[in-house]
C-alpha cells in the first residue's frame, strides 16, 4: 500500500472515529436529560420521595394526636372529671411542645377541635362522650377550613349537611362515607342522605373547600327501620 492509499486510510479511520464520538456525546447528553426529567420531573424520584416523607410525617402527626387526646381523657376520667373538648383543647396547647395552637367548636350540631401541629399541618378531633369514640383525621394546612354541621334524623332515616367555606373560598363537594368507601357526593353546600339503604353505625361526612382543605363530621346512625345495631 502506498503513502497516498495509507494516507486516506488514515483520514476515513479519523472521520468514523469523530463521528462515534459524536454519537456518544449525544448519547450521554440525551441519558443525562432522562436521568435528570427523571429524578426531578412530575412523578421525579425527589418527588416521590419528598411526597412519601411528607405523607409520612401527616400520619406520624395524626397518630401522635389521636394518642395524646386518648391519654388526656384518661387522665381527666381518673381524677373523676369530664374530658370535655375544650380541656381537651386547653391541655394539648399547655402540655405537648409540638402543638401549636388547639381551639374547641362547640358552638355547634358538630363539635370538635382542630389541633395544628408545629410543621404547620391541621388535624380535626372528634370526641363522643356517649360511646367513648375519639376519630382523628388530617384536613389541610392554613388558616381557611370550612365549617360543616350534620345531624342523623331518625324519623326520616336521614343524615343532612350543611357546609360553608372560609371567606374568599368555595365549597366543592360534600361527601357521605360509610365503612371507608365514598357512597354518595353532593356538589354544593347542602347535602341529604338517605342511609337506609346503608345500614347503622358510623358514617362520615366530608365536605371539601376550593383550597383543598377539609371538615369532617361524624354520625352514628343507631336504627334502621327500628332494627338496632
Known amino acids: 500500500m502506498n503513502k497516498q492509499n495509507r494516507r486516506k486510510l488514515k483520514q476515513t479511520e479519523r472521520g468514523i472515529t469523530l463521528i462515534a464520538l459524536i454519537l456518544m456525546i449525544v448519547i450521554v447528553v440525551i441519558l443525562a436529560a432522562v436521568t435528570i426529567r427523571g429524578l426531578t420531573g412530575n412523578e421525579g424520584i ?3 420521595t419528598e411526597m412519601a416523607a411528607i405523607d409520612y410525617n401527616v400520619q406520624s402527626y395524626r397518630e ?7 391519654s388526656i381523657i384518661i387522665a381527666h ?8 373538648l375544650e380541656k381537651i383543647a386547653n391541655d394539648l396547647r399547655e402540655e405537648s411542645l409540638w402543638v401549636k395552637d388547639a381551639v374547641a367548636y362547640t358552638d355547634t ?3 370538635d377541635i382542630l389541633v395544628t401541629v408545629t410543621e404547620g399541618y391541621t388535624y380535626q378531633v372528634y370526641y363522643n362522650e356517649t360511646y367513648g369514640t375519639v376519630f382523628v383525621e388530617f384536613v389541610g394546612q392554613g388558616d381557611s377550613f370550612p365549617s360543616l354541621e350534620s345531624e342523623f334524623a331518625k324519623s326520616r332515616v336521614t343524615i343532612t349537611s350543611t357546609a360553608s367555606a372560609g371567606e374568599g373560598e368555595t365549597i366543592e363537594k360534600v361527601e357521605l362515607i360509610y365503612r371507608g368507601e365514598v357512597k354518595e357526593t353532593i356538589v354544593g353546600t347542602s347535602a341529604s342522605y ?7 353505625g358510623w358514617y362520615k361526612i ?3 373547600s376550593s383550597n383543598g382543605n377539609i371538615r369532617y363530621n361524624w354520625v352514628r346512625v343507631a336504627t334502621v327501620n327500628g332494627r338496632l345495631t
Open 46 to 48: 425527589i418527588n416521590v
Open 64 to 70: 401522635q394526636v389521636e394518642q395524646e387526646v386518648r
Open 77 to 84: 376520667s381518673t381524677v373523676g372529671e369530664e374530658a370535655t
Open 109 to 111: 350540631k358538630s363539635p
Open 194 to 200: 338517605d342511609v337506609e339503604k346503608y345500614g347503622t
Open 206 to 208: 366530608r365536605a371539601t
